[in-house]
């Protein structure tokens, strides 16, 4: 097989993976879901360090989250009666077992899908966006949207280090005081990342009118899509598992805590 998933296998592994962390409620499971993308992930060579900024910005999220759903689980989420015992109180705040599964299970869902997303996402152009969008008759300002999106989030991140850089030379100091020293300090930010913003989207606009957009009620395919069959059975199997995970969910219990 292809030692490569191409953007529909990809976005098939994003689909089986969203059924299979939203069917599954006991923690266990849903780190089976997470090492398998791992061993995917390694199968296909991917740089897994490059996921890790994501992840490390969602650390506070993951410990808010996993703390929050420790107390606050509702015990009709609960099946095993086993899983009802209080292990812990905290003021008005009692964790159950279950309470610390749902915890576990919030947090290694989120860790999932951030993995997912940005291997459906890493190293995929534009172009192959919008070749799949003609192959599957999306409305053209829809294309048009997601790949902007994918252009505009790494641009806005290299323009916000710019103009950090440039405050920077500027004596500007971003990371030391205050927190309201900080606050005033990243307004100078801001402010004109906005900016180029708003004047980077006017320029789009008006590219797009230059070239026809809303013209045809085609878009244009830049080069053929050559699907191998090794890339349709690994699409075929990523569904089919995510199918079967949300259908073992409902007849047969899978993942319950």
Known sequence: MSATLDLPARLALLLATTLAV????HPLWNLGVLAALFAIAVWQRLPLRSAWPLIRASLVVFLLVGFCAAFSTSARM???PEHLRVIGEWGP????V???????????RMLAMILATWMAMHDISVDDVLDLAVRWHLPSWLSILVSSAMAAIPNLARRREQIQQAQQARGQRIDAGNFVQRWKANVAIVVPLLTSSLVTAENLG????????????TMIVMHDMVRRPAQVV??????????LAAAGRIAFGWGRI
């Open 93 to 96: 705040l009692r964790f159950t």
């Open 206 to 217: 008006i590219a797009l009118s230059v070239r026809g957009y809303g013209a045809n009620r």
């Open 98 to 108: 279950g309470g610390v599964l749902m915890g576990c299970t919030f947090v290694l």
């Open 78 to 80: 609960i099946h095993d």
């Open 234 to 243: 690994l699409t075929t199997v990523f569904i089919v598992l995510g199918v």
């Open 22 to 25: 939203m069917s599954f409620a």
